[in-house]
């Protein structure tokens, strides 16, 4: 089977993360754990399904400057030359202004997502293409609903019962357009 995301290298390489984002995630991670530079890239990286993968000249400098301004402290490990970090109160009260902006972020995708959401090749101006595009956005507003908590390992049943109904729905789409001589 070929590779499911076939432009994971050209993703990896694009600066395509919004400004700011970079530092959510650090803050966010390191309010559950005290990580490393290197873990912390890793777990983007996991979480990003191998699309971003941020890197060390992107990262140590983020980390130095959240130490500077007194967001992050330094931890011992019982690794020698390996430098953990955790958050500060004063990184904790940070982290939760960047949050909560995040949510309104979140609130707000449902407007942004109609007039910019859908395949470039679709005229969204013509009759079904509309309800497809509709289908396509409330799909995609449910699936940002849920990536929080299916990230954190909340929602492990839901994680299943999203997957079945994909599956399915990829399946008559995929009968639907072998009806139309569209082969996979």
């Known amino acids: 089977m070929g590779d499911l995301h076939p432009f994971k290298h050209w993703m990896r390489h694009t600066a395509f993360a919004p400004k700011g984002l970079l530092r959510y995630y650090v803050l966010e991670l390191l309010s559950k754990k005290p990580m490393s530079g290197s873990e912390i890239m890793e777990e983007i990286e996991r979480r990003s399904g191998g699309c971003w993968r941020p890197s060390p000249g992107s990262i140590y400098p983020l980390l130095a400057w959240l130490q500077d301004e007194g967001y992050i402290q330094e931890v011992p490990t019982k690794e020698g030359g390996r430098r953990c970090y955790s958050l500060t109160d004063k990184g904790r009260v940070f982290f939760e202004e960047h949050r909560r902006i995040k949510e309104e972020f979140d609130k707000k995708l449902k407007f942004f997502a109609p007039p910019f959401f859908g395949p470039p090749w679709l005229d ?48 008559e789409i995929e009968a639907v357009a072998k009806r139309f001589g569209v082969e996979k």
Do not use: F, S, Y
């Not at 595009?133 to 609903?145: F, I, K, P, T, Y």
């Open 124 to 171: 969204l101006r013509a009759g079904k293409i509309v309800e497809l595009r509709e289908a396509m956005r409330r799909l995609a507003v449910a699936l940002w609903g849920l990536k929080d908590k299916l990230e954190e390992g909340q929602l492990e049943q839901a994680l299943g019962e999203v997957a079945d109904v994909l599956n399915r729905a990829a399946q």
